[in-house]
């Protein structure tokens, strides 16, 4: 699983660009969220390779990699296909990995797949804060 946070700033303030998933049959309805979802191993696509494809396919948005940043990685056992939810490794029915990836945002986003997310808004952090 990848997540991208794409960060402008605006009148002096960090902003981070995210959408609200609007399909009520399936996961995360009515969550915020940036770009990215999962990498298809049947073609051995690593996570960078995943995460600047989603964010293609969800905003038309095109990534450099020389300016792509990893701050986080995590493996885990979990329960549910996806989803990383930590478990006993002996419940485990899966190992999920979940990857976030940083990126300045250098070109309006556009909305592409509008039965799953709504239009893209730029958001302050400080105010995502208070949420």
């Not at 959408?19 to 049947?42: E, V």
């Not at 690593?46 to 969800?58: H, L």
Request: net charge negative; with cysteine; aromatic share 10%.
């Amino acid at each position: 699983m990848t997540q991208l946070i794409l960060f402008t700033e605006i009148e002096n303030e960090t902003c981070i660009l995210l959408a609200q998933r609007i399909n009520p049959n399936k996961n995360f309805y009515l969550k915020l969220n940036g770009p990215g979802r999962k990498a298809i191993h049947k073609k051995n696509e690593n996570m960078e390779a995943c995460i600047i494809r989603e964010c293609f396919e969800e905003a038309e948005i095109v990534l450099r990699n020389e300016k792509l940043v990893k701050i986080f990685e995590e493996t885990c056992y979990s329960t549910k296909e996806w989803i990383a939810e930590n478990c006993l490794q002996k419940e485990a029915y899966y190992i999920v990995t979940l990857a976030i990836y940083l990126h300045p945002l250098e070109e309006p986003p556009k909305q592409t797949e509008p039965h799953t997310l709504g239009p893209w808004h730029l958001y302050k952090i400080k105010d995502l804060l208070k949420h």
